[in-house]
C-alpha cells in the first residue's frame, strides 16, 4: 500500500536559519583569520627526522641534551651536525653518525668515557636508525 506522498518545502524554516547561521560563521572565521597578523611560519622536522626526533626521546635524551651544554652522561649534542664532519677524518656528518649510534666505541669524544650503550645496532631497525641520523643532522 502507497503512503501518501507528503510535499514538504525544499528549504524549511528550520534549515533555511542554520544555512544562515553558517554563512555567518563562514564570514565571522574568514574576517578573523584575516584580521590576525599572518602567522609566523613555524619550521617543522620533515617527517623522517620527526621520528628520528621521537626515537631520539625513548633512547638517547636520559644522556644526551640537545639544547645548551649541560653534560648528563654523554656530550651535549646542540651543534653535533655542523661538529660531527670534523670528528673523524674521511667521515662525513652522516657517516659519523651513523658510526657513533652503530660502533660508539670506534670514537671517544674527548673527555668522556666509553659508557655509550653498544647494542643500539641491535636494538633499533634500520629505519629508526636512519631516522636517528636524519634527525641529529637538523641539530646545527
Ligand atoms: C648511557 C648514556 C648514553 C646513551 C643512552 C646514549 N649515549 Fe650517545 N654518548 C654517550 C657518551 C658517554 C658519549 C661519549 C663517548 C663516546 O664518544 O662514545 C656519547 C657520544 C655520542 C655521540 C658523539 C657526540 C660527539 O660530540 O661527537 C653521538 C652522536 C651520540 N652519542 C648519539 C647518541 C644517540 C643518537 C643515542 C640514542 C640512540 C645515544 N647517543 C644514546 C652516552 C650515551
Not at 544562515?20 to 609566523?40: D, H, I, N, S
Not at 625513548?58 to 652522561?73: K, L
Not at 636512519?130 to 641529529?136: E, G, M, N, Q, T
Amino acid at each position: 500500500m502507497m503512503r501518501p506522498h507528503r510535499h514538504s518545502h525544499p528549504f524549511t524554516p528550520a534549515l533555511s536559519k542554520a544555512a544562515w547561521l553558517g554563512v555567518l560563521f563562514f564570514f565571522l572565521f574568514t574576517l578573523a583569520a584575516c584580521g590576525g597578523e599572518a602567522a609566523e611560519p613555524t619550521p617543522t622536522l620533515d617527517p623522517v627526522a620527526a621520528a628520528g626526533e621521537v626515537v631520539f626521546r625513548r633512547e638517547c635524551a636520559a644522556c644526551h641534551t640537545i639544547t645548551g651544554s649541560t653534560v648528563v652522561v654523554g656530550p651535549p649534542l646542540m651543534g653535533i651536525a655542523a661538529r660531527a664532519a670534523a670528528r673523524v677524518p674521511g667521515q662525513d656528518a652522516q657517516s659519523y653518525l651513523l658510526t657513533s649510534i652503530m660502533r660508539p666505541d670506534e670514537y671517544i669524544v674527548e673527555g668522556f668515557e666509553n659508557t655509550m650503550p653498544t647494542n643500539f645496532g641491535r636494538k633499533l631497525t634500520g629505519e629508526e636508525i636512519d631516522a636517528l641520523v636524519a634527525y641529529l643532522l637538523t641539530l646545527e
